[in-house]
Nanobody, 129 residues
Framework: PAHLVESGGGSVQDGGSLKLSCDVS????????VAWFRQAPHNEREGVAQ???????????LYADSVKGRFTISQDNTKSTVYLQMNSLKPEDTSLYYC???????????????????WGRGTQVTVSS
């Protein structure tokens, strides 16, 4: 089974930036989907961004409306680490951020928890005003 470990969380001021990393190991598929989710206390887990690694060099990405233009998902050349660059952070971005993996990006319009099989334990992001 896949093993995912998040890192890079921390505390920043309103308008600041952070870059999260998700190290993926043990995944045997040559094509797969990795997503970032977040969950604040008393809220449901929300899909933030996803990226699909296909057999070509084209990587398809999808973002929640709340982060479009501010967050960027990317991966390194070995496909073992997925990043989430977060700019112009707002207090409402404060959450526990998780990465997750699945053999396929099942939706090209929504990032859903039910579509992902493997999860990390999360990294906390706190944005203060």
């Amino acid at each position: 089974p896949a093993h995912l470990v998040e890192s890079g969380g921390g505390s920043v001021q309103d308008g600041g930036s952070l870059k999260l990393s998700c190290d993926v190991s043990g995944y045997t598929y040559s094509e797969y989907c990795v997503a970032w989710f977040r969950q604040a206390p008393h809220n449901e887990r929300e899909g933030v961004a996803q990226i699909y690694f296909g057999r070509t060099t084209t990587h398809y990405t999808l973002y929640a409306d709340s982060v479009k233009g501010r967050f960027t998902i990317s991966q390194d050349n070995t496909k073992s680490t997925v990043y989430l660059q977060m700019n112009s952070l707002k207090p409402e971005d404060t959450s526990l951020y998780y990465c997750a993996a699945a053999p396929w990006c099942y939706s090209d319009s929504s990032i859903l928890t039910r579509d992902f099989d493997y999860w990390g334990r999360g990294t906390q992001v706190t944005v203060s005003s």
